[in-house]
């Protein structure tokens, strides 16, 4: 069995991992490179292998920078099956297709400015034609648990990662071993979502690393935290901006949201779900509350819910979304992107950040290169649409709300894997190193940080 780490190596983006086994080649998702242009560039660069000779993907959940690269994998050629869940296969739809709008009026953006240097515009990576023709792939999804034989000799099943509705770990067996792949693993003790299964035993394990060096607060400080935000910013009559990501985050801000009204503890105020991304995907947990915990099926069955209740308003179009700002009273207002590098939270924070009264609270991980990465890392002035804007707005960061493990969660289940080898994957430099310091001191495997690109022979 041979690998190659052709993303998330050495970085947190791009989650793409070539397994060739049997005389199959199968890829580990395949996700969008994000963040730093550098980083973004990989996107451009070609795949490092030649996609029509990939027979699966094994999709672990549909987060962009897993999933993000597959229209271009089928624009070049590939013609296999994508194995995923059934939610992440209706999650991927909306999350491509966004996806395709945002690089479709990026590439006009840039078109524009190469014009006015005489330079030659490139065009978009993928358009929504190109995600259309790649949704074909996603014809049989897969419930967790059920094992689907790939090649005689090689099987893998999925395995819930608690990580976002229908995420999976994915364990693949052949050559008499078995490889597991971590995907996202989620924290525990969360809402709505199921916490991550414990892991099978495995030879090999492919780990992310996102926060291998940190514990995280717990959920009940965060929720604190948030609370105090909405009480102070409401409270003096500003907008509290919520910078979410459409998936997860977002509908976990709702519960707690919804909770505090319940209990008569949200200031009167009116909460703006500024997605239509957001907004999407949260119809489509309503569709499965078969992958929701014990509390959350319980929930959902009544309304009103955290995703129908009275002061929640969910604008679809511009036009309701540009109104929002001449509400006079303080809202709540959620919007994407999760780490304001494009979408209706730009606006916003060109309304609010420069104001005294407003407030921004961060519930999500913030990429280096990033607006929100700025915020968070203290600047006194972020560049908005080309223009100066000054951060006076009160910042809180709180990351209780993470859908990733922290250290501690990350080498229980390591331990649990009982595996010979592993990689770390999926996280930051520092990440990457205090995971290994960590495994290197607590736990007997032998541990690697492959470079991108790097082959790992005889598995
Ligand atoms: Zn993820």
């Known amino acids: 069995m041979k690998i190659t780490f052709c993303g998330a190596a050495e970085t947190v983006t791009g989650s793409c991992h070539l397994i060739e086994t049997n005389g199959v080649r199968i890829l580990l998702d395949c996700g969008l490179f994000q963040g730093q242009r550098e980083i973004r560039e990989r996107n451009r660069a070609g795949f490092p292998f030649d996609p029509k000779t990939i027979d699966y993907v094994l999709l672990s959940h549909a987060h962009l920078d897993h999933v993000g690269l597959i229209p271009l994998l089928v624009k070049n050629g590939f013609h296999g099956e994508v194995v995923t869940t059934p939610p992440s296969a209706e999650i991927a739809k909306v ?253 916003h924070l060109r309304h609010n950040l420069w104001r005294e009264e407003a407030g921004v609270i961060f519930v999500g991980y913030q990429a280096r290169g990033t607006i929100g990465r700025q915020i968070v890392d203290g600047a006194k002035k972020v560049n908005i649409f080309g223009e100066e804007t000054a951060v006076r707005a009160q910042i809180w960061t709180v990351n209780g709300f993470s859908a990733h493990a922290d250290q501690p969660i990350l080498l229980d289940w390591l331990a649990k894997t009982r595996a010979k080898q592993v990689f770390l994957v999926h996280g930051e430099e520092r990440s990457l190193k205090g995971f290994e310091k960590a495994i290197n001191e607590k736990l007997s495997i032998d541990s690697h940080i492959p470079a991108w690109k790097e082959e790992v022979d005889n598995l």
């Open 95 to 347: 999350i491509l297709t966004d996806s395709a709008h945002i690089q479709v009026e990026d590439a006009a953006y840039r078109a524009r400015k190469a014009r006015r240097r005489g330079e030659k515009a490139r065009p978009p990576l993928y358009d929504v034609g190109d995600v259309l023709d790649s949704l074909d792939a996603f014809r049989k999804p897969i419930p967790y648990e059920v094992p689907i034989v790939l090649k005689d000799g090689v099987e893998a099943v999925l395995h819930d990662a608690g990580h976002i509705l229908g995420s999976a770990t994915v364990e693949l067996r052949a050559e008499g071993k078995t490889v597991l792949y971590s995907g996202d693993l989620g924290n525990r003790h969360r809402p709505i979502v199921r916490d991550p299964k414990d892991p099978c035993e495995a030879d090999t394990v492919l780990i992310e690393s996102t926060y291998g060096d940190r514990e995280h607060r717990t959920l009940d400080n965060s929720v604190a935290e948030l609370r105090e935000a909405i009480k102070t910013v409401i409270g003096r009559g500003g907008n509290l901006l919520i910078p979410s990501f459409a998936l997860e985050r977002t509908q976990e801000v709702l519960y707690e949201l919804f909770l505090m009204w319940q209990k008569d503890e949200l200031p009167k105020c009116k909460i703006f779900l500024d997605s239509p991304l957001a907004i999407a995907t949260t119809r489509i947990f309503s569709r499965h509350p078969d992958y929701f915990d014990v509390e959350g099926k319980e929930l959902f069955s009544n309304v009103p819910n955290p995703f129908h209740f009275p002061p929640l308003h969910c604008t679809q179009t511009t036009d309701e979304s540009k109104r929002i700002n001449g509400v006079s009273e303080g809202s709540i207002i959620i919007a994407g992107s999760g780490m304001c590098t494009g979408g209706r939270i730009i606006h």
